[in-house]
T-cell receptor, first 115, second 110 residues
Framework: NAGVTQTPKFQVLKTGQSMTLQCAQD?????MSWYRQDPGMGLRLIHY???????DQGEVPNGYNVSRSTTEDFPLRLLSAAPSQTSVYFC??????????????FGEGSRLTVL | SQQGEEDPQALSIQEGENATMNCSYK?????LQWYRQNSGRGLVHLIL?????REKHSGRLRVTLDTSKKSSSLLITASRAADTASYFC??????????FGAGTILRVKS
């Protein structure tokens, strides 16, 4: 099993450009989520999904879109990149949903720089 | 806003010593989890403790949870250089949101 796979690992964008960060998991997890990690601030939840066709906002959703057409994939779209979106992005999945968020399995991260 | 806050922000100890990290949170939780992150890597789950549990062990790890004080601690016994990493607590708020603190940076010197 590959676990959670994120692509690309590194990306440089110019302000105003759009792009999609890809996330795929092969563990048949219903729950998937995106976090961003900034120095000294830990991880902040951007969007999450409890199953195909269902998404919801986290703590910092502005400027990002998600969709969940399959159980395996949960792409994160940056609509018009801004320097404030320079960060490391992590995708994570879990077997659990409902009232219990179980153990999260993380990808290796995608480092995004917006100039 | 962040739910959990770890203390201390950074900790430096000698190999063989014990390391204790604390986490405080603000609202009722379903469970609390601890994760480790090695530099430049993704987070790895260490242990999950539910709101009706007070203590849990996993190898050299011991986690306690005090829901009356809204706090948790992670104890790593007999630390090794390989334990050098950042450690995060994460609280499971009802509603499918796992909220992370800012983390404790642990350095174990050999």
């Amino acid at each position: 099993n590959a676990g959670v796979t994120q692509t690309p690992k590194f990306q440089v964008l110019k302000t105003g450009q759009s792009m999609t960060l890809q996330c795929a998991q092969d563990m048949n997890h219903e729950y998937m989520s995106w976090y961003r990690q900034d120095p000294g601030m830990g991880l902040r939840l951007i969007h999450y999904s409890v199953g195909a066709g269902i998404t919801d906002q986290g703590e910092v959703p502005n400027g990002y879109n998600v969709s969940r057409s399959t159980t395996e994939d949960f792409p994160l779209r940056l609509l018009s990149a801004a320097p404030s979106q320079t960060s490391v992005y992590f995708c994570a999945s879990s077997y659990a949903g409902g009232l219990d968020t179980g153990e999260l399995f993380f990808g290796e991260g995608s480092r995004l720089t917006v100039l | 806003s962040q739910q959990g806050e770890e203390d201390p922000q950074a900790l430096s100890i000698q190999e063989g010593e014990n390391a204790t990290m604390n986490c405080s949170y603000k609202t009722s939780i379903n469970n609390l989890q601890w994760y480790r992150q090695n530099s430049g890597r993704g987070l790895v789950h260490l242990i999950l403790i539910r709101s009706n549990e007070r203590e849990k062990h996993s190898g050299r790890l011991r986690v306690t949870l005090d829901t009356s004080k809204k706090s948790s601690s992670l104890l790593i016994t007999a630390s090794r250089a390989a334990d050098t990493a950042s450690y995060f607590c994460a609280t499971d708020e009802y509603g499918n949101k796992l909220v992370f603190g800012a983390g404790t940076i642990l350095r174990v010197k050999s």
